[in-house]
């Protein structure tokens, strides 16, 4: 199978970008032909279309708290134990938890596996422009044709990019020939300067200025805020330090910096389920860790990363994550206010929905689970304070109510004295 097209191939992921490069393409037509800013309005868009799947992801989340407790008591109960019969019995309590709460044990994963696809087909849209803007893409049929139009041009061109080191690009070749879509991304990730080069190349020189032109009409399109998006920040670093341009090389580094900076505010405005729920005694859970661990050093891979892609792919990353951030902002709120009993209602009536089709007996919201609902909208006073409380109004109780001398055995035994007689008194009501 060979790749002659600028569009993604891979399965899924090629059927989702299609349908988003009918939007990306339709923004471009509608008269944003600044690559950069039609990449910005195609993000926001998507991450936009995408808030619904995020808020059912963060409720059950947030019911995920509430059960959770219970959850590790049953773990806690069979630690240790592999036989069959215990490990059945495991199963039907937890699944007896879940079907309290009316929630699906896969509950996050069904909106995970939506998202999944989206994500990566909106990374392939904007690396692939070309293959999925129309316009982008009719810009280079005229130097593609004079290339294609000279005897050996695929060894030329594959010359022309190790001469440059430019190891991010690939031609697809069949029958020792590069097609015309691969030739086209080849030209689409080209810097300014690697454009005048290739007009320079011997065999091109009969049509060197159509190399011109094209790179001419494509360079208002490709730049955003004086960078190149095409280039990579590496790249416009080192070759505007030998010209002395500190304003692109301040932009540049500029990049990979908010990558970082954005993704790591969105990781702080995302919900954790442990937050005001975890006891001194609960265990170290492992997925926290781990999750920790990865919300800390992914924003710091994402700025290295930036370094060496494309600038376009680092704008991508920066809007995506302002949007997000924009959106959890909204989302917390709206989640605050939510009342989970109300959630818990609503679950249960879905899922007893489904199962009067499948012909089986409604569930009922259990007063244990209406109780750990309470208990998490409403938290007590800490026990340490109720406790310091009750003490000093019992002994403020007993010294009043004593003639004794303070610390005497008369003293206390007039409190135990008292203390029988106010429990009597409480017996009687």
Not at 220 to 227: E, R, T, V
Not at 255 to 281: C, E, H, S, Y
Not at 357 to 364: A, N, R, T
């Amino acid at each position: 199978m060979s790749v002659f097209l600028t569009k993604s191939t891979m399965p899924v992921i090629s059927w989702v970008a299609d349908l988003m490069g009918v939007l990306i393409n339709g923004i471009y037509n509608i008269g944003v032909t600044n690559i950069g800013l039609c990449i910005i309005l195609f993000t926001i868009i998507v991450n936009v279309l995408m808030t619904p799947l995020q808020i059912r992801q963060q409720k059950f989340s947030k019911l995920n708290a509430v059960m959770n407790p219970e959850l590790q008591k049953i773990q806690k109960k069979y630690q240790g134990k592999k036989d069959q019969a215990s490990m059945t019995k495991m199963q039907e309590e937890t699944s007896m938890v879940y079907q309290k709460y009316g929630v699906s044990p896969t509950g996050s994963c069904l909106q995970l596996f939506i998202q999944m696809p989206i994500l990566l087909s909106l990374y392939q849209v904007i690396y692939r422009i070309p293959g999925y803007i129309d316009g982008i893409k009719n810009i280079f049929t005229d130097v593609v044709s004079h290339i294609t139009g000279l005897s050996g041009y695929t060894k030329i061109l594959e010359d022309f990019l190790s001469a440059e080191k430019i190891n991010t690009v690939s031609l697809a070749v069949e029958n020792g020939k590069a097609s015309s879509n691969s030739i086209i991304d080849m030209l689409y990730k080209l810097s300014p300067s690697q454009w005048e080069k290739l007009a320079d190349v011997d065999k091109f020189s009969g049509f060197s200025d159509v190399i011109t032109q094209t790179a001419s009409n494509l360079s208002p399109m490709q730049n955003f805020l004086g960078l190149n998006i095409s280039d990579t920040p590496l790249t416009l670093i080192t070759y505007n330090f030998s010209v002395g341009n500190y304003l692109v090389i301040a932009g540049a580094i500029l990049i990979p910096f908010l990558a970082w900076l954005t993704q790591m505010l969105n990781v702080k405005l995302m919900p954790t389920a442990a937050n005001g729920n975890k006891r001194k005694d609960d265990e170290p859970n492992q997925m926290e860790s781990t999750m920790k661990n990865m919300n800390t050093i992914m924003p710091l891979f994402s700025a290295v990363m930036c370094f060496t892609f494309p600038v376009g792919i680092g704008i991508y990353w920066i809007a995506g994550s302002l949007v997000r951030s924009v959106q959890q902002l909204i989302i917390n709120k709206y989640m605050n206010k939510m009342d989970l009993d109300e959630l818990v209602k609503k679950n249960m009536e879905k899922a007893n929905k489904k199962r009067e089709k499948e012909g089986l007996p409604p569930q009922k919201i259990t007063h244990q689970a209406k109780m750990n609902v309470k208990n998490i909208e409403e938290p007590k006073k800490s026990d340490p304070e109720n406790k310091q409380e009750e003490v000093k109004k019992s002994t403020e109780y007993y010294q009043n109510n004593s003639n004794a001398k303070p610390g005497s055995i008369a003293s206390k035994a007039n409190m135990v004295a008292q203390f029988n007689e106010k429990n009597k008194k409480k017996n009687k009501k």
